[in-house]
């Protein structure tokens, strides 16, 4: 295994609710990117932080929200859920000038 | 925007045969192209990675081609086995980031 972890593993929250979800990565690793893969597709890049600073986003709303804390673990807030958001949400880490990303095993999001 | 297709979308192969997984990219800037293996409700596992300035890499049954002109790779599996079925992604990283953009899965089968 990678040595990132997520949790929690399940998630259902209901529309216009908001929601933490959280990564720790492998020790030194400095960056850590955020991904969610909506069912039957590829993982789509949210965002990414390097050390405790976004630098790095995909598509998404402002809603999407990020911190990366100095011992390696990271959070994903989304306020103001709505439906399209219920995915798996993907978080890997990287070291420091490696281009090779590790992924968590990821939080299955469900809004209803 | 940056794309990756991805064909075919789903493969299946007898166990022991060939699979080839074909990919494009958009982006002429992209210079990593790694491969991911998904297992049903699994993380996406990196299996192999290639680097603009190289044509090939192989990996015991497992290889990449890159060709940057026409901004395409392959992922060649050979003698296959069950345990290889899964869904493979092809990503490629958008200019000179560390973002990837992901094709949409090649799902593979490997019959026994």
């Known amino acids: 295994e990678t040595g990132v972890t997520q949790s929690p593993t399940h998630l259902i929250k209901t529309r216009g609710q908001q929601v933490t979800l959280r990564c720790s990565s492998q020790?030194?690793?400095?960056?850590v990117s955020w991904y969610q893969q909506a069912l039957g597709q590829g993982p789509q890049f949210i965002f990414q932080y390097y050390r405790e600073e976004e630098n790095g986003r995909g598509n998404f709303p402002p809603r999407f929200s990020g911190l990366q804390f100095p011992n390696y673990s990271s959070e994903l807030n989304v306020n103001a859920l709505e439906l399209d958001d219920s995915a798996l949400y993907l978080c890997a880490s990287r070291q420091t000038g490696a281009d090779e990303q590790y992924f968590g095993p990821g939080t299955r999001l469900t809004v209803t | 925007g940056e794309n990756v297709e991805q064909h075919p979308s789903t493969l299946s192969v007898q166990e022991g045969d060939s699979a080839v997984i074909k990919c494009t990219y958009s982006d002429s800037a992209s210079n990593y192209f790694p491969w991911y293996k998904q297992e049903l409700g699994k993380r996406p596992q990196l299996i192999i990675d290639?680097?603009?300035?190289?044509g090939e890499k192989k990996d015991q049954r497992i290889a990449v081609t890159l060709n940057k002109t026409a901004k395409h790779f392959s992922l060649h599996i050979t003698e296959t086995q069950p345990e290889d079925s899964a869904v493979y992604f092809c990503?490629?990283?958008?200019?000179?980031?560390?973002?990837?953009?992901f094709g949409k899965g090649t799902k593979l089968t490997v019959n026994p």
């Open positions: 020790s030194g690793h400095n960056t």
């Open positions: 290639i680097r603009s300035n190289v």
């Open positions: 990503a490629a990283s958008v200019g000179g980031s560390e973002k990837l953009v």
